[in-house]
Structures are given as structure tokens and as C-alpha cells.
């Protein structure tokens, strides 16, 4: 089975900080990897799919990269807004979800 | 607007029964494959159960054997069936509709596993 690590668990940052979170798949998942956004009494929400296509709606200040085994979220200034929990997933051989992160204000 | 909204869920004993539901709007139901996930109290996203627009079902390990993911493609419906329900598969549930990945999602629907 293909695990997926995400680190960090928690991240403190301030608004306007650039937030960067990390994928690791156990073996090789090509560009078969999503990005959600979790809020407490919301519909997880996705942000990207295949490591780096933004979903329609989605700011641009949100980026994904990677592929094969390592993958990133990347927030280049983070909003109020963005204050939340954030998971990655695999999705071509089962889809097994990263531990998640949770970007908490500093 | 595409739209899933979960119901079902409830307070139920150690070793009792619930069933879910997952209503869909704004979308040809039956073309879609569609996902059953859950988030435990404090704990992080787990995929628990998919079928297919061709019946075609797989289950995570944690509930294989227990659980039984259906769908109804004339009442826009899908369903989870929980058996054997242990303090664990306390959790919100969500509902979502596979496109690839996962979206969109319903707004979960909690389960509660409690003498």
C-alpha cells in the first residue's frame, strides 16, 4: 500500500508569512496527488490537483509542486482566511490521505 | 450547483448498526463514482469505503467486513452501512464525489460509538 507523510503536523505562522508544507508518497505516484483545505463545520474543499493544477476559484497565492515522491503546498502570503487544516492525497492506487497540517496563527 | 448533503448520523452503542446517507444535486449521479471519508475526533482524514457507477466497491482495512458502501442511481443516493460499530469509527463522515480526486464534498454528517 502507498503511504503518504506530510509534514509539518502544526505550523505557526503570522499573515503575510510564506507557508510551505511537504508530501512524501512511499513510492513513486507520478502527478496523482491533491491538496485539500479543512475547516472546523465546512466541506473539505480542494485547492489543487495533479501536484499543481489550481482548482477554479482557488487564490493564485496557493501553488503546488512536485511529482513522483515529493510534493509541496506552498502559501506566499498567508491570509487570515487561510487559518486552517491542510491534507494531501493520493488518488490512482487507493487514496490514502497525508497525516495533515494544521497552519495555526503565531 | 452541485451539491452532497450526508444524514444518518447519530448516537449509537458499542456494537450497534447506523446507516448513512448521501443525497446528491446538480449532477448526473449515476455517471460518477462516489467516496465514503471520515475524520475521528483530533485525528486526520481517513478514506474509508468507494464505489464505482459500475458497483465496483473497495473498503479501507479498518472497516472491511463491516461496513457496506451501496448506492441508489434513481434517488440520487448513496449509502454506507455500519455493522459492528466500535468506539474507533467515531467520527464525522463525509461523502464525496470522485473525479479523480475528491470534490465535491458534503458537509459530514457525525457519528457518535458510546455505551
Known amino acids: 500500500d502507498i503511504q503518504m507523510t506530510q509534514s509539518p503536523s502544526t505550523l505557526s505562522a503570522s499573515v503575510g508569512d510564506r507557508v510551505t508544507i511537504t508530501c512524501r508518497a512511499s513510492q513513486s505516484i507520478g502527478s496523482w496527488l491533491a491538496w485539500y483545505q479543512l475547516k472546523p463545520g465546512k466541506a473539505p474543499k480542494v485547492l489543487i490537483y495533479k501536484a499543481s493544477t489550481l482548482e477554479s476559484g482557488v487564490p493564485s497565492r496557493f501553488s503546488g509542486s512536485g511529482s513522483g515522491t515529493e510534493f509541496t503546498l506552498t502559501i506566499s502570503s498567508l491570509h487570515p482566511d487561510d487559518f486552517a487544516s491542510y491534507y494531501c492525497q493520493h488518488y490512482n492506487n487507493y487514496w490514502p490521505f497525508g497525516q495533515g497540517t494544521k497552519v495555526e496563527i503565531k | 450547483e452541485v451539491q452532497l448533503v450526508e444524514s444518518g448520523g447519530g448516537l449509537v452503542q458499542p456494537g450497534g448498526s447506523l446507516r448513512l446517507s448521501c443525497a446528491a444535486s446538480?449532477?448526473?449521479?449515476?455517471?460518477?463514482?462516489m467516496h465514503w471519508v471520515r475524520q475521528a475526533p483530533g485525528k486526520g482524514l481517513e478514506w474509508v469505503s468507494y464505489?464505482?457507477?459500475?458497483?465496483?466497491?473497495y473498503y479501507a482495512d479498518s472497516v472491511k467486513g463491516r461496513f457496506t458502501i451501496s448506492r441508489d442511481d434513481a434517488k440520487n443516493s448513496l449509502y454506507l452501512q455500519m455493522n459492528s460499530l466500535r468506539a474507533e469509527d467515531t467520527a464525522v463522515y463525509y461523502c464525496?464525489?470522485?473525479?479523480?480526486?475528491?470534490?465535491?464534498w458534503g458537509q459530514g454528517t457525525l457519528v457518535t460509538v458510546s455505551s
Open positions: 464525496a464525489r470522485s473525479i479523480g480526486w475528491l470534490d465535491p
Open positions: 446538480g449532477f448526473t449521479f449515476s455517471l460518477y463514482n
Open positions: 464505489i464505482s457507477n459500475s458497483d465496483t466497491v
